[in-house]
């Protein structure tokens, strides 16, 4: 998976490597998923939601060149992959799950596989876990129109943000970095976040937690970039 997916995609960080290396993808997909764990494709996990592909784990990871002594907040748990990967590289990790069931699982796997550095609630993007920040890091894991502005104030200046825009089966991640007064500079980066869906295809379309456009909110544009921020 790591020479055949990550190497020849121009994955370089040697720790995002071996990590990507050491945890073990087949424990955080169902038993009928198994065969497909270390295949180059999303996979579903039930309650509607699936498992990105092991490429954007590692490009996700490698965009925030983590050092080993960050927060991380991480809006989609899922199956907790992504979550491993990063608490891997990373001091702590903060991950919400807006699904209960998927987070009651994600919780168990997490304690039974050891990792102390993980918290974990139920919750949404548009709420973060003010509680514990400011965070050197944001990612969403899940398809989203916007920047919830909650996140934009938890993170902390010169932190990275990362989400992704699209749809379930093809999109692609947007990196900005938080400058003072709460301005977002947007990155340049070579990589995109596209994948076929692997298992029965989910039928909710819209993000989750996003809670849709709500009229009486207010919207403005990031600078420097078409998306906009929720206030």
Not at 51 to 69: D, I, N, R
Request: with cysteine; charged share 30%; hydrophobic share 35%.
């Amino acid at each position: 998976m790591v020479r055949e997916q990550l190497i020849v995609r121009d994955i370089k960080d040697e720790r995002v490597l071996d990590v990507m290396s050491l945890v073990e993808r087949h424990r955080f997909v169902t038993e009928m998923m198994k065969e497909y764990a270390y295949d180059d494709m999303v996979i579903t996990i039930g309650e509607g939601e699936t498992l990105a592909q092991p490429y954007s784990v590692a490009l996700v990871a490698e965009l925030l060149k983590l050092k080993g002594k960050e927060k991380i907040l991480e809006v989609g748990t899922g199956s907790g992959y992504q979550t491993a990967v990063l608490a891997e590289l990373a001091k702590e990790v903060y991950t919400i799950e807006s699904v209960g069931a998927l987070k009651i699982e994600a919780e168990e796997r997490f304690e039974a596989l050891g990792y102390k550095n993980i918290r974990i609630k139920t919750g949404t993007a548009d709420e973060g876990w003010e509680e514990y920040a400011p965070f050197d890091d944001v990612v969403i894991t899940y398809p989203i129109s916007y920047i919830p502005q909650k996140l934009i104030d938890q993170l902390k200046i010169g932190g990275k943000l990362i989400i992704r825009i699209g749809d379930r089966e093809s999109s692609k991640a947007l990196l900005v970095e938080k400058e003072s007064g709460s301005k977002l500079k947007k990155c340049d980066f070579k990589g995109t976040l596209i994948a076929p869906v692997v298992g029965e295809k989910p039928t909710q379309e819209v993000a989750r937690g996003s809670g849709g456009r709500s009229e009486n909110k207010k919207w403005k544009t990031v600078e420097g970039s078409k998306w906009k921020i929720k206030q």
